[in-house]
């Protein structure tokens, strides 16, 4: 009840700053442009108080699920018509905004002429409904930019090994650095001359090495084996025999450090995962697997692929006993490709705060910020050729689980790093050329920018209503499959 409460909490609290953000990006570039907003809510309907200054209410409803932004003219067409009958021309202010020189062509025009409005989204040219539609998206960009930035400069959890020398943890079999003869418990003294690098430092040159004119792609190598230094060469290629400086990862050398003193502990256990089937709960230790001692998650995931999905033993301490388990990894689908996983994650290893320069933060960021966008491409890729089952995807409840899990993980960089993915998935998402969608409404402007002319407003409400169908459909589906990862319906598990 405890895990389930923090959840529905976080969601709720997540949701609700990323869509306010969202809307008032949407608000701003209203204003902006002159487009009329009427209601600026926080929270959905119904109402429970507010204020209006000038044209706008500004108010706080009662649903905490974000906010929405009404402008007027955005939801039906001849919204942007102010109607000028008998009854309206009573109204005196109504009548000043019409100029003095169409004062003669009024008294020709019927009793029931409609004026264009100033103010509707409608009435406003193509170019600032796109750069309204934009706002929303590019809000929840900046908001991500913003967070990770002031993340890096305030509270930069910076794990000590990265600024260690650098102990093996264990190295990954038929790898360059297995080939290079390292083992686990070795200590790189020196690496491409730099005396006892720190993980850093290692990368770096790794890096450099891989954008030289070397080629080879080699550097040397000195561990400390036993108090016995051994000198060898490692080879910068992986299996299929290349690598790039720009995605380069030292994992794929099979180089894989010490990262906490002590054995890998449990954090959180996803629900019907191989390790919750097991009853292994948070704060369990793997005191080893297969005789392997193990000091960091990123370890344990490796050696599981190495094992291609092979049963493990797992020797675990649960409040101070210990246990034998044997246990089934399970190979999951994600945005990377295919893995096996036992489904739990580890907690996070000890660390020190480093406060970055402004310059340096904002680099960070937009580094953080990218590869979360190129993964949820990647993802969408993968799904629209067939390379990804859409029963990876997460919805409401995944979400929910991921900003549970970020609230109940000691220090603040889960919390930071959750919402700033979140961000920036819900800007790429809303930019997608689906109707409903902020990028569906921009495909429409540049289509009828293109024709000068609108899209006729039947077929325009067949496809609006197509696409809600659809969404909703999906929506479903997603709901339901979130649901089924629970478990709830699974009978004797072990």
Not at 273 to 286: E, L, R, V, W
Not at 353 to 365: I, L, N
């Amino acid at each position: 009840m405890h895990t389930f409460l923090v959840s529905v909490v976080s969601f709720v609290i997540a949701l609700g700053i990323l869509v306010l953000v969202h809307e008032f990006g949407h608000f701003l570039a209203a204003k902006l442009c002159g487009v009329r907003v009427e209601q600026f809510s926080i929270g959905f309907p119904p109402r429970l108080f507010g204020i209006k200054i000038g044209d706008t209410d500004y108010c706080i409803s009662a649903t905490p699920l974000g906010g929405y932004v009404k402008m007027t003219g955005e939801s039906m067409p001849g919204e942007n018509m102010s109607l000028q009958s008998s009854e309206a021309k009573s109204d005196g202010p109504a009548q000043s905004r019409l100029p003095l020189s169409g004062l003669a062509a009024l008294a020709t025009e019927s009793p029931d002429v409609q004026h264009p409005d100033p103010g509707a989204l409608t009435s406003h040219p193509r170019w600032q409904r796109i750069i309204i539609g934009l706002a929303g998206p590019f809000a929840n960009f900046a908001l991500a930019l913003i967070l990770m930035t002031g993340f890096y400069m305030l509270h930069n959890e910076v794990p000590l090994y990265e600024a260690q020398p650098i102990q093996l943890d264990w190295v990954v079999p038929n790898s360059p650095a297995a080939n290079a003869g390292l083992q686990a418990g070795d200590v790189i003294v020196n690496f491409d001359g730099q005396k006892n690098p720190t993980w850093e430092q290692v990368y770096e040159h790794s890096a450099l090495n891989l954008q030289s004119e070397n080629i080879s792609h080699s550097v040397p190598v000195v561990a400390s084996r036993n108090g016995q230094p051994v000198a060898t060469t490692l080879a910068l290629a992986d299996q299929a025999g290349t690598l790039k400086a720009s995605d380069f990862d030292l994992s794929q050398l099979g180089l894989l450090p010490v990262i906490q003193p002590g054995p890998v502990q449990v954090n959180t256990v996803a629900p019907d995962s191989p390790a919750s089937h097991a009853n292994i709960q948070s704060g369990d230790k793997f005191l080893s697997i297969d005789g392997h001692v193990f000091h960091g998650t990123p370890t344990v995931v490796a050696y599981l692929q190495a094992r291609k999905g092979a049963p493990v033993t797992v020797n675990l301490e649960h409040a101070g006993k210990t246990s034998t388990l044997v246990i089934q990894p399970r190979l999951d689908q994600g945005p990377e490709g295919s893995a096996w996983h036992i489904g739990f994650t580890g907690a996070a290893p000890p660390s020190h705060v480093e406060q970055m320069p402004f310059p340096k933060a904002v680099v960070a960021s937009v580094k953080f910020n990218r590869e979360n966008s190129l993964l949820i491409l990647e993802v969408l890729k993968r799904l629209l050729t067939h390379k990804m089952s859409v029963n990876t995807l997460s919805g409401p409840i995944g979400i929910a689980q991921q900003t549970g899990m970020a609230a109940e993980t000691p220090g603040w960089e889960a919390k930071f790093k959750v919402l700033t993915a979140i961000s920036v998935n819900l800007g790429i998402l809303n930019l997608l050329p689906f109707p409903i969608l902020d990028g569906g409404m921009i495909l429409f402007l540049l289509i009828e920018s293109l024709m000068q002319r609108d899209v006729n407003i039947v077929v325009k409400e067949r496809i609006y209503q197509a696409a809600f169908v659809l969404i909703i459909v999906f929506f479903a589906y997603i709901m339901f499959n979130d649901i089924s990862k629970l478990g709830l319906f699974v009978q004797g598990k072990p």
